[in-house]
């Protein structure tokens, strides 16, 4: 049989290598085998594991011909200060080549909190812009026609309250809710666990969630509703089979929530979106992309019965690695950010967002934000990465380590269903403890250089501080706070007021859906805060359990 | 024997982020601190009182959200309001170095930026803690 003679001939090879790493050691921390052969793969079934791309189990890609009719959307990450400051930048991004939005909110926003809230200060458009009402939406996305570009909003816990503000002003650019399309991110399991801008406790915010679902399936039908991210447990230390086998296991508990809630799966599962890390490792990366599209496929069909073929699809979006941006010599995170845009794209990504290279330092500069745009265009158009549907299938060493971040991930979901499910999970801090034990031990590792991290810990230079760093104005609190003062005194206060009570009777119907009563809160120009605060009243809030 | 130095590490503001913080945590803990997290999303208020309740030797706070010019400043100023003026307390995160003589001007001792080691944070509170 082939298979004895290449066993023979392994051993031999083998046998070779061990004198030779008598003279000439290997390095240190190699996580993976030396070799890969068709030893490493069995009996490797095509058909089962890999098929075609768009088809189960979607292994090398969700669409038929992948890049080659058209690339993947190039979606940067941008937001700070006002809105009239972040529609500046928006406007810029498209007329620069960009395909999409992706919005960032400062933090009281991302917390529910208008940017006159004590909690608010220092925090008014720092990391994101501060959206406070539906006219600094209005302003955001001015001269932006939202019928012709797709918005991904970096929202969760008041994911629904920013949607309800992005419907309404395409209903005032005269733009359908059935002509929208974008992505919220809606993901609060991830915010409890790794992420923290969580407000209600886990039930109220599961049932906001699944309201989303029911509202879009009926009303906003291709609108990603959720975007399931690996993102931010990647970000917070997790492994590349953590990244994915959480992720998913939050993803599993999503659809159990809708399920219970009385949604039929396939109505709402082809609007499930996923979000992962690109990370340093480009090959690591590579098979957990395709693993992971293997491991939603099945959980779909075997596990909820979907019959539609576009619930088994696990679409994704990615973003490069923040985290391995280095504040040392940041020219190299240009290199950083290129390699991690190979491999999200040899991995069959649908959008991306590059990072720029001084994000170790503050946020973005307009250059520094063109160039890592400019490395998506690149890696599309000139390096040949995008002409053939999932290049690397059938590398050995690729699809052993598919299965192998599979494997991972199945042993992972069955731990997290043995304790009872993800939110259970996160509630005992499980998974938050495993994600924290593999940062620590990549720190240990960086800190021993088992682990080299260029700049860093070898080839250090002595270097000049980085000048022309972005600095947002330490005003815009202020200028927020003026807004917003203008609004109260302008608005139809007594509207606001009974739309605010309709939404607290609506929040203590459990059976109720809050997506229409949110809606008309946001019309009469309620705020968030007021919005949430209403929330907040009947649901509480979520106390995070802190392990160390 | 001599008295364990106490470190309270808290993360300030609205800011979510918090690997370095727990990194820190532990890596404190693994030389011989005592250590106390108080997870995230804390109030000035909250950190000056907890910094007084848990009677720390050393305040430890991280940041990444911009925030710090505002926030490290006035945990600074609480700290002194409550008679506690002894602590050393210490900052770190995404913090421009421009930022920095600011910072230690209103009484944060020492910042930590990215790509730190967390030894050379355990060697800078062995030598400076009175």
């Known amino acids: 049989?082939?298979?004895?003679?290449?066993?023979?001939?392994?051993?031999?090879?083998?046998?070779?290598?061990?004198?030779?790493?008598?003279?000439?050691?290997?390095?240190?921390?190699?996580?993976?085998?030396?070799?890969?052969?068709?030893?490493?793969?069995?009996?490797?079934?095509?058909?089962?594991?890999?098929?075609?791309?768009?088809?189960?189990?979607?292994?090398?890609?969700?669409?038929?011909?992948?890049?080659?009719?058209?690339?993947?959307?190039?979606?940067?990450?941008?937001?700070?200060?006002?809105?009239?400051?972040?529609?500046?930048?928006?406007?810029?991004?498209?007329?620069?080549?960009?395909?999409?939005?992706?919005?960032?909110?400062?933090?009281?926003?991302?917390?529910?909190?208008?940017?006159?809230?004590?909690?608010?200060?220092?925090?008014?458009?720092?990391?994101?812009?501060?959206?406070?009402?539906?006219?600094?939406?209005?302003?955001?996305?001015?001269?932006?026609?939202?019928?012709?570009?797709?918005?991904?909003?970096?929202?969760?816990?008041?994911?629904?309250?920013?949607?309800?503000?992005?419907?309404?002003?395409?209903?005032?650019?005269?733009?359908?809710?059935?002509?929208?399309?974008?992505?919220?991110?809606?993901?609060?399991?991830?915010?409890?666990?790794?992420?923290?801008?969580?407000?209600?406790?886990?039930?109220?915010?599961?049932?906001?969630?699944?309201?989303?679902?029911?509202?879009?399936?009926?009303?906003?039908?291709?609108?990603?509703?959720?975007?399931?991210?690996?993102?931010?447990?990647?970000?917070?230390?997790?492994?590349?089979?953590?990244?994915?086998?959480?992720?998913?296991?939050?993803?599993?508990?999503?659809?159990?929530?809708?399920?219970?809630a009385g949604l039929n799966v396939d109505d709402f599962a082809g609007r499930l979106s996923f979000f992962w890390n690109a990370h340093n490792n480009v090959l690591e990366e590579v098979a957990k992309f395709r693993a992971s599209r293997r491991v939603w496929s099945k959980v779909m069909k075997e596990r909820f019965g979907a019959t539609n073929p576009k619930s088994w699809m696990l679409r994704v979006h990615t973003q490069t690695a923040g985290s391995m941006l280095t504040a040392q010599q940041p020219d190299n995170n240009i290199v950083r950010v290129a390699l991690q845009t190979a491999a999200a794209v040899l991995g069959g990504t649908q959008s991306l967002h590059t990072n720029s290279k001084d994000e170790a330092l503050a946020?973005?500069?307009?250059?520094?934000?063109?160039?890592?745009?400019?490395?998506?265009?690149?890696?599309?158009?000139?390096?040949?990465?995008?002409?053939?549907?999932?290049?690397?299938?059938?590398?050995?060493?690729?699809?052993?380590?598919?299965?192998?971040?599979?494997?991972?991930?199945?042993?992972?979901?069955?731990?997290?269903?043995?304790?009872?499910?993800?939110?259970?999970?996160?509630?005992?801090?499980?998974?938050?403890?495993?994600?924290?034990?593999?940062?620590?031990?990549?720190?240990?590792?960086?800190?021993?250089?088992?682990?080299?991290?260029?700049?860093?810990?070898?080839?250090?230079?002595?270097?000049?501080?980085?000048?022309?760093?972005?600095?947002?104005?330490?005003?815009?609190?202020?200028?927020?706070?003026?807004?917003?003062?203008?609004?109260?005194?302008?608005?139809?206060?007594?509207?606001?007021?009974a739309k605010l009570a309709a939404l607290e009777t609506a929040c203590k119907d459990e059976h109720a859906n809050l997506m229409p009563f949110i809606l008309d809160a946001v019309r009469v120009y309620a705020t968030l805060g007021e919005i949430c605060g209403v929330m907040r009243k009947v649901f509480g809030l979520y106390e995070a359990h802190t392990t160390l | 024997m001599e008295k364990r130095i106490r470190v309270l590490v808290a993360k300030p503001g609205l800011d979510g982020h918090d690997r370095g913080a727990k990194v820190v945590a532990r890596a404190l803990r693994d030389a011989g601190f005592e250590v106390v997290y108080t997870g995230i999303r804390l109030t000035p208020e909250q950190i000056a009182e907890a910094a007084l309740q848990e009677d720390v030797d050393v305040v430890a706070m991280s940041l990444l959200s911009g925030a710090h010019n505002t926030l490290f400043p006035k945990v600074v100023t609480l700290l002194k309001e409550k008679g506690a003026a002894g602590k050393l307390i210490i900052g770190g995160g995404v913090i421009p170095d421009a930022d920095i003589p600011g910072l230690k001007a209103a009484g944060v001792s020492e910042v930590f930026t990215p790509g730190t080691p967390t030894n050379s944070i355990v060697d800078y509170i062995k030598a400076n803690v009175k």
């Open chain 1, 1 to 260: 049989m082939a298979n004895e003679s290449l066993k023979a001939k392994m051993e031999a090879y083998t046998a070779k290598v061990e004198k030779s790493l008598a003279k000439r050691p290997e390095r240190v921390n190699l996580a993976h085998n030396r070799l890969y052969t068709p030893l490493d793969l069995g009996d490797f079934d095509y058909e089962a594991k890999l098929g075609f791309p768009g088809e189960y189990p979607f292994t090398r890609g969700v669409q038929p011909t992948m890049y080659r009719g058209r690339f993947w959307t190039m979606r940067m990450y941008a937001g700070f200060s006002t809105a009239e400051e972040s529609n500046k930048r928006y406007r810029y991004l498209l007329e620069s080549g960009g395909t999409g939005l992706s919005c960032a909110f400062d933090l009281p926003t991302q917390i529910g909190y208008d940017s006159d809230d004590p909690i608010s200060e220092g925090e008014v458009g720092k990391v994101g812009v501060a959206i406070d009402s539906l006219r600094d939406m209005e302003i955001l996305f001015d001269q932006i026609d939202l019928g012709k570009v797709s918005t991904s909003m970096t929202i969760n816990a008041p994911a629904s309250v920013l949607l309800a503000m992005y419907i309404a002003v395409a209903e005032k650019q005269g733009v359908t809710p059935d002509k929208l399309n974008g992505t919220i991110q809606n993901d609060i399991l991830k915010e409890y666990a790794a992420r923290g801008t969580y407000i209600f406790p886990p039930k109220p915010s599961m049932r906001l969630i699944t309201n989303i679902f029911e509202y879009c399936s009926k009303n906003v039908p291709n609108w990603n509703t959720i975007s399931i991210s690996g993102y931010h447990i990647r970000e917070a230390g997790s492994t590349a089979s953590q990244e994915i086998a959480f992720t998913i296991a939050d993803g599993i508990a999503y659809v159990d929530a809708a399920i219970k």
């Open chain 1, 363 to 497: 946020l973005p500069t307009e250059d520094s934000v063109r160039i890592a745009l400019r490395t998506q265009q690149i890696v599309a158009y000139e390096s040949g990465l995008a002409d053939v549907v999932d290049p690397l299938g059938g590398s050995y060493y690729v699809e052993a380590l598919t299965d192998q971040i599979e494997k991972e991930c199945w042993d992972y979901i069955k731990k997290i269903d043995d304790l009872g499910g993800a939110v259970v999970a996160i509630e005992k801090g499980y998974i938050q403890k495993e994600i924290q034990d593999s940062a620590y031990k990549w720190q240990m590792d960086v800190e021993t250089k088992k682990r080299v991290i260029v700049g860093v810990n070898q080839f250090q230079i002595k270097e000049k501080a980085p000048e022309g760093l972005l600095r947002v104005d330490s005003s815009v609190g202020d200028f927020q706070k003026q807004k917003l003062a203008k609004l109260k005194a302008e608005r139809d206060n007594a509207a606001v007021q």
